[in-house]
T-cell receptor
Framework: DAKTTQPPSMDCAEGRAANLPCNHS???????VYWYRQIHSQGPQYIIH???NNETNEMASLIITEDRKSSTLILPHATLRDTAVYYC???????????FGTGTRLTIIP | DADVTQTPRNRITKTGKRIMLECSQT?????MYWYRQDPGLGLRLIYY???????NKGEISDGYSVSRQAQAKFSLSLESAIPNQTALYFC???????????FGPGTRLLVL
């Protein structure tokens, strides 16, 4: 299975944009990049996903490089409630499942 | 009301006991999943089901079994619980061929 690499932790000041990177150099052409987050020990929450085009929704933006080897999740105006572990994940239609890594622990600082 | 519910939310049991964790959903989704999460780690897939008659093993299915009693219900059983099955267990659902999964609140299991 293709693997993702994320920094284990990041800090961001409240009100600033939080940019969370993810490397996925072995991604294949039919694998989507998904982002989820987990606040404390709650169930993970879907944020956004994309294949090759940049995507935006009410929660975040997803920027995928042209070669698809990396992506960045952007939370435009971080709040304290955005403190969570953020997972960058592949969905492989052949394996029909999501594979979670260990994620990035994002701390929003007042 | 929550769309994906799990019962119990917390459970303490002893080594060798059989235990069942239950998951119900009102989202009308056809696909359901069971994951476990150990401290400081990501989620690992135990079993998944794409419809009532479909059951598939995930990456860590040993020591577990599942039952898909209806489209809305997916149960996870530990036939003979052991301490290294102490973990946080999550159920999730998704619809069709989109892998946007919706997670339940989790069941915290302690095996003594």
């Amino acid at each position: 299975d293709a693997k993702t690499t994320q920094p284990p932790s990041m800090d961001c000041a409240e009100g600033r944009a939080a940019n969370l990177p993810c490397n996925h150099s072995t991604i294949s052409g039919n694998e989507y990049v998904y982002w989820y987050r987990q606040i404390h020990s709650q169930g993970p929450q879907y944020i956004i996903h994309g294949l090759k085009n940049n995507e935006t929704n009410e929660m975040a933006s997803l920027i995928i490089t042209e070669d698809r080897k990396s992506s960045t999740l952007i939370l435009p105006h971080a709040t304290l409630r955005d403190t969570a572990v953020y997972y960058c994940i592949f969905y492989n239609f052949g394996n029909e499942k999501l594979t979670f890594g260990t994620g990035t622990r994002l701390t929003i600082i007042p | 009301d929550a769309d994906v519910t799990q019962t119990p939310r917390n459970r303490i049991t002893k080594t060798g006991k059989r235990i069942m964790l239950e998951c119900s959903q009102t989202k009308g989704h056809d696909r359901m999943y069971w994951y476990r999460q150990d401290p400081g780690l990501g989620l690992r897939l135990i079993y998944y089901s794409f419809d009532v008659k479909d059951i598939n093993k995930g990456e860590i299915s040993d020591g577990y079994s599942v039952s898909r009693q209806a489209q809305a219900k997916f149960s996870l059983s530990l036939e003979s619980a052991i301490p290294n099955q102490t973990a946080l267990y999550f159920c999730a659902t998704s619809f069709g061929d989109t892998e946007t999964q919706y997670f339940g609140p989790g069941t915290r299991l302690l095996v003594l």
